[in-house]
C-alpha cells in the first residue's frame, strides 16, 4: 500500500471511530446499531486502536468540560 493510501485508510477508519463514539455517547442506540458497532470494532485490529483513541480524547474533552473556566480563554 503505497503511503497516502495508508493515510487515506487511517483517516477513513479514525472517522468511523469517531463517528461510533458519538453514536454510543447519545444513548440512544438500537440493539441493531450496537450489532453494526462490534462487527465494525472486531473486523480489524486497527478499528479497536481507533476507537480507544477518539473514545479516550473524547474522555479528556468531557474531563476539561467539567472543570470549571477550564476552556475559558
Do not use: N, Y
Request: no cysteine; charged share 30%.
Amino acid at each position: 500500500m503505497h503511503e497516502r493510501d495508508r493515510h487515506a485508510a487511517d483517516d477513513r477508519v479514525a472517522r468511523e471511530a469517531r463517528d461510533w463514539v458519538v453514536r454510543l455517547a447519545s444513548g440512544t442506540v438500537s440493539d441493531a446499531e450496537l450489532a453494526a458497532f462490534r462487527a465494525w470494532h472486531d473486523a480489524a485490529p486497527a478499528h479497536g486502536r481507533a476507537f480507544a483513541r477518539e473514545r479516550s480524547f473524547w474522555q479528556q474533552l468531557a474531563a476539561l468540560d467539567a472543570r470549571p473556566g477550564a476552556l475559558a480563554g
